[in-house]
């Protein structure tokens, strides 16, 4: 498509002064012009291959097809819908110039514009062309198959790549696995695969995450009970380990079960019985996987977790590592996360510019595989264009101050009262802990350092929702 050595425009708009003003600054720049009148000449321009442009600079205000019909056929064409479109607005903050923006407009420039503003425009857009080519080429020669199917472990590093030796070896085996590893690191996604690839797999997949179900109801939640145990109790109810007869239990974050509840888990593992509350002992067929992200041995050590159990549990072990010791699975799961989340969206960006893979590959995620997940979610609902650029990432991952910490730092610390600083620095701590941990305030207290009722007391004295 490239013609000359910057790329190739076409210029929308009925305004002939104006088209000629861009046409003598694009090809100042060595870019190759094409221009039409209105949207019906361009769409004519591209059918007949006459015009074959990198980027089109559109206006919105034209007779015959205006700019937002002309880019709704763009939009819904196989063979343009990835070529970027800059909108040319006498109001950057009209209906009109928003509507464009939704319809996937790559930018906006407003009149009157200058030769810089323009050229940088057009430059971007280029560029985020010439990328999405090659990547096309690149998608061509490998399957999407390959690219993160729902529940599908994706990495091609060395930890990843023991991770499935260790899977593959453990699967067709009975034993009860433990996989320890950080908060979302993506601890079931291995359990889910363990069981996938095991003689159950046609058996159910039973999933329990144990800080979630209050301490009152978790013993009835996963060994069921008889009618009549207690009030409200009206008829006998099958828990989750009955309910995973011929297949899998996962226990997530087992670290935080009770120790009462621990005895009677202890139990079942020793003589695959449930005993229900109000009395009754069930035969139950079950192969247990748990997962923690916190140190069962300390856990021993501090008198918090029975260590007969913790023996029990660690018969195969699966360690899970942060993925920022594991870098090479960055961008493997970027492009996974990318496709899936992209898939119900005919101009989905299909790729990431370099400057916004050296960001993703530069981040430490403190959230992990789940943090990645989530910004290349939020950047695909910011992106304009065919690629992700760095501007659609959140300010932390590009590299910028994180709201809330500069006021804490340097000589400004000193201006304020020792107690309003404590306080800002705790609320804004806390915050950022809740936020990492997706609201679970176990997690957010033990990454705190802190215990729970201290931190719901924080959280009423600070003013936190």
Known sequence: MLSSQSGSILIVDDERHLRETLREIFEEASYQVWEAGDGQTAIEQLQSGSASPDVVFLDLKMPRLDGLA????LHDSASWRTIPVVIITSFGTSDNTIEAMKLGAFDYITKPFNEEEVIRAARRAVEVARLGRELDSLRDQVSRSRLGAE?????QSAAIREVFKLIGKTAPADATVLITGESGTGKELVARAIHRHSLRADGPFVAVNCPAIPESLLESEMFGYERGA???AV???????ESAAGGSVFLDEIGDLPVGTQAKLLRTLQDHVVERLGGRSIPVDFRLIAA????????????CFREDLYYRLNVVRIHLPPLRERRADILPLAEGFLWRHGQERSDAPRGFTEEATRLLLAYDYPGNVRELENIVQRA???ARGALITAADFPIPLAGETEPGISQFRGAELL????????????????????????????EAARLLGINRQLLYTKLKELGIE
Do not use: H, Y
């Open 70 to 73: 002309t880019l709704r056929m």
């Open 151 to 155: 529940g599908e472990l994706i990495g």
């Open 235 to 241: 008829r006998d109810q099958m828990g989750r380990f």
């Open 230 to 232: 207690f009030t409200g």
């Open 380 to 382: 695909l609902v910011l």
């Open 292 to 303: 923690t992200n916190r140190s069962l041995e300390q856990l021993v050590a501090e008198g």
């Open 415 to 442: 201006t304020r009262p020792l107690g309003e600083a404590v306080q800002s620095l705790e609320r804004e701590m806390i915050r950022r802990a809740l936020a990492r941990c997706q609201g679970n305030k176990a």
